[in-house]
């Protein structure tokens, strides 16, 4: 491994195996693609059926294929040492100390929640990652892949327009607006998924997608484009949460200042920070009492926006019991219960019973301990430090997109618990993942044949 620059190796150009070089890897790209696509579409409210001890659903049967696929493309092609990252080891250190949490969770408490949490929202999203790892990404795949989170963004912004204006008839799938299935956030543009954060989350990054085809899209297509724009601003406001307008705020804020000229980018970032402020201060009142969902009131969301601080403090209470290791993963719920019943808490602990814990950071402080959150954010410190890195280098495309994906997920972190949000991990993972591959490209070969630096 050459580390001879800091969060830099050398990419080896990938032998031509019996798959071909190109074809089977873009192959398990696809693969993965349509597979992440599925969990977000055609997830478990979609549809599922019981087998193998496990509900089924489209995305879990063809994660067999992805996984069946990267074992073929390994076996032909290898995943060349040098091309490992910080960033990987970081990733799989976590996935490794989560999976024992949960197994010792698992044989403690004798039931499954734990073992479920660690599969479906680290294990699964982990594999997606190290899968598009194996996979060199060409210049031609990399705007691929932008067009489809583009075409994803639009169909969420369109739906969620719709569920907010109440048009049964325009929301696809019709699960979407069914109360039975879920009455949550019901009102607000909660999408596929049924969560606004992740469907704004989605949103905010394949606006981000459309930002970077619109820089090379002809003059006679401006207009369409100003369209789209216009589409995906809709589509984000309509999730109605003020975290998802937050970091599409920051997001837009770190395009603008990687595509202006480098004697303006102070400005730009001094003025979007400061917009951001007024707006908040300006609109206060309305921001935090404002009615979202069908069954909430607007005083019921404004206590819902004071809670957080006493959920806070009952984390804090938890993690101080439990500092290295936390109480267990899934575990929240249940080890907050003695905490509850303590009468002589300084903060109106009671208030906590019906919600789980509303940050990310904190959430896995109290679950997987002290030794748990530092692994994890050494890993989101080694992502930013990479992707910085890399657009540093000169590269956007996906490693633009990648960073607007982290800084989105970050400040939806800051306000909910987004490890359990469904999807939430993957999608992250999985566009980190095509990223990296991107600076690891034949392509860039083809740019620098001596030697090309990728940021790993």
């Not at 970032?269 to 201060?281: E, P």
């Not at 009131?297 to 957080?308: D, F, H, P, V």
């Not at 009468?343 to 940050?359: G, L, R």
């Amino acid at each position: 491994m050459n580390l001879s620059h800091p969060g830099v190796v050398t990419c080896v150009k990938p032998e031509a195996g019996p798959l071909g070089s190109s074809h089977g890897t873009s192959v398990l790209l696809l693969l993965t693609l349509v597979t992440l696509f599925a969990g977000i579409i055609l997830g478990y409210p979609f549809w599922h059926t019981q087998g193998l001890g496990i509900p089924l659903t489209f995305d879990r049967m063809l994660l067999g294929c992805v996984i069946l696929g990267a074992i073929v493309v390994f076996l032909h092609k290898g995943f060349m040492i040098n091309s490992i990252a910080k960033s990987d080891l970081f990733l799989a250190i976590l996935l490794a100390y989560l999976g024992v949490s949960a197994a010792m969770t698992v044989i403690r408490e004798h039931h499954l929640n734990p073992a479920a949490r660690y599969v479906f929202f680290y294990l699964v999203p982990g594999v997606l990652y190290f899968c598009v790892r194996l996979t060199p990404i060409t210049h031609r795949a990399e705007k691929a892949v932008l067009i489809a989170f583009g075409c994803l963004g639009i169909y969420l912004s369109l739906t969620g327009l719709a569920e907010v204006a109440g048009l049964r008839s325009f929301v696809v799938p019709s699960y979407i607006m069914d109360r039975s299935v879920s009455s949550e956030f019901l009102g607000r543009a909660r999408g596929p998924l049924l969560n606004p954060v992740v469907n704004g989350f989605l949103m905010t990054t394949a606006w981000a997608a459309w930002f970077l085809l619109g820089r090379s899209t002809a003059r006679r297509w401006w207009l369409g484009m100003l369209m789209i724009h216009g589409i995906m601003a809709a589509g984000v406001i309509s999730t109605l949460t003020r975290s998802v307008w937050l970091g599409a705020g920051l997001s837009g804020i770190l395009l603008g200042y990687r595509f202006l000229p480098k004697a303006y980018r102070r400005a730009w970032l001094a003025t979007g920070i400061l917009g951001i402020a007024l707006m908040v201060l300006a609109v206060k009142g309305f921001f935090w009492e404002m009615k979202r969902d069908r069954d909430l009131s607007a005083a019921e969301a404004a206590r819902s926006a004071q809670l957080r601080p006493v959920l806070a403090q009952l984390a804090w209470q938890m993690a101080k019991d439990h500092p290295f290791f936390g109480v267990g993963l899934a575990e929240y719920d249940r080890a907050k219960m003695k905490y509850l019943a303590n009468p002589q808490a300084s903060y109106p602990i009671n208030q906590a019973k019906s919600y789980t814990q509303h940050n990310v950071f904190l959430s896995i402080l109290v679950e997987a301990g002290g030794i748990g959150l530092m692994v994890f954010l050494f890993l989101l410190g080694a992502w930013g430090r990479e992707l910085v890195v890399g657009l540093r280098a000169g590269k956007r495309g996906l490693f633009l997109l990648a960073m607007v994906a982290l800084v989105a997920y970050l400040v939806n972190g800051l306000f909910h618990d987004v490890s359990i949000i469904p999807q939430m991990n993957a999608v992250l993972f999985t566009i980190i993942g095509m990223a990296k591959s991107a600076g690891c490209s034949a392509y860039d070969h083809l740019r620098q044949p001596a030697q090309s630096p990728c940021f790993a």
